[in-house]
């Protein structure tokens, strides 16, 4: 029985270094993306409108790609009719989301009120880690779609 706890239990210590360094290493590779200077960004932005054509919100969003239009990360903002924004990051490599960040703002009377605060880590396309700095929950299955729709709908890249 004792032999049964130490393997799992050594078990379970590996596992979780592996994670803790798989996480270090999107980390690094996020802060190398953000330090780079060769790589382009390119912006598209539309407002929303309602039936009698009044801007009701919109959206921004900021592409950073390489001379080769390989794809290192997006950066959305969202504004809704009911003056909540949401934005998001994700961050690429080799076409695989590895990182995403999700804030959603309400906005209550001239101040802002976060209502959703979480980070996502991903490793070949299954989340290892998500950490909600609020008590609202975020369904990373979503957002890993959402991510994955960007690359489909192309934004100018490959």
Same mark, same amino acid.
């Given at each position: ?36 200077? %060769? ?9 929303t ?7 009701? &919100? &919109?959206?921004?969003?900021?592409? #950073?790609? +390489? ?15 009911? +003056?909540?924004?949401?934005y ?23 101040? #802002? %009120? ?10 070949? &396309?299954? #989340?290892?880690?998500?950490? +909600? ?5 975020? +369904? ?14 192309? #934004? &100018?890249t490959?």
């Amino acid at each position: 029985m004792k032999k049964r706890i130490c393997i799992l239990l050594i078990f379970v210590i590996l596992t979780s270094c592996s994670v803790n360094k798989t996480i270090t290493e999107i980390k690094n590779h996020v802060k190398e993306i953000e330090n780079r200077t %060769d790589l382009n960004e390119s912006i598209t932005e539309f407002n929303t409108e309602n039936l009698n054509g009044e801007i009701i &919100g &919109g959206t921004s969003t900021y592409e #950073l790609t +390489d001379k080769k239009n390989k794809l290192y990360r997006i950066i959305t903002e969202t504004a809704h009719p009911n +003056d909540s924004i949401a934005y998001f990051e994700f961050y690429y490599k080799e076409k695989k989301l590895i990182f995403a960040k999700f804030l959603q703002f309400s906005n209550k009377q001239t101040e #802002l %009120d976060t209502i959703i605060n979480t980070k996502l880590y991903f490793k070949k &396309g299954k #989340l290892i880690k998500q950490i +909600d700095f609020k008590l609202n929950k975020v +369904d990373s299955e979503k957002i890993k779609l959402l991510a994955e729709s960007y690359i489909i709908e192309g #934004l &100018g890249t490959q």
